[in-house]
């Protein structure tokens, strides 16, 4: 099989960023991973001086809906291609009245409300409990709102993002449910990929992109799939030119953050007791931690 080229930054465009321009010596590779097949085919290109992975998370032509998006596929294929930090693009609905449509919010936490998705890269048989703790990477976030500053964006630092399943929007009561619980954003996207990126040890980061009130402001009009879509189509430039202007900033090594060992203490299951075809799937997360096997005498396999 030939070998991957390789790219250590990830970009996955959210609803209405379906391409990446300004790539130069632009390829598109197809990756089959264990998980399946990615969301789409990935577009490696060369963006100022780095190699970057383009991935549309909905497919070219926002083909995938929400909750059944093969995150597990999308990760593992950055990974495979030696991604270490993944820029997200995503679009979300306001809670609060200071963060208005249009306006850009690098978040730093998430809260949980999804139902329909597998949120771990682990069957049956192996068990691993990352830190998830402070969900985006804070060195990779601080990247972005420099970004964003420098791009020119109404920019907020800082924000709680409640995820749910969709696809359809929330009712008013949850939305009055979330704002009283002080959630400042919701979407329908960024878990589990924060979590399964975590667990790949990839830095990951989101440029949320506000499009809407969600339902709970009464001066604007309710939340629609054509209105969402109307201000993507006028902020989604804005979030590809925070990307190159990140690029440019991302720095060369991966020091100041928790991501690039997130599995080194979290692999509870004895490593003699996880199943062959878990370590054939996930060596490329887990073989840095375990011991290889190796011949024995008698020709068949032995532990060290």
Known sequence: MAKLEKATLGVIGGSGVYQMEGLSDVKEIKIRTPFGDPSDTLILGTLGNQRVAFLPRHGRGHRIKPHELPIAANIYALKSLGVERILSLSAVGSLREDYAPLDIVIPDQLFDRTKLRPSTFFPPGAVVHISFAEPFCPELSQVLYQAARQAGARVHKGGKLVVMDGPAFSTK?????????????????????????????ICYATIALVTDYDVWHPAHDTVTAQLIVQNLMKNAEMGKRIVRYAVAEVPSAREHCPCPTALQTAIITSHDRIPPKVRRNLGLLLDKYLPREKPAPNGRKAKK
């Open 173 to 201: 009561a949850e939305s009055e449910v979330y704002r009283f619980l002080k959630m400042d954003l919701i979407g329908m996207t960024a878990l589990p990929e924060a979590k399964f990126a975590r667990e790949a040890e």
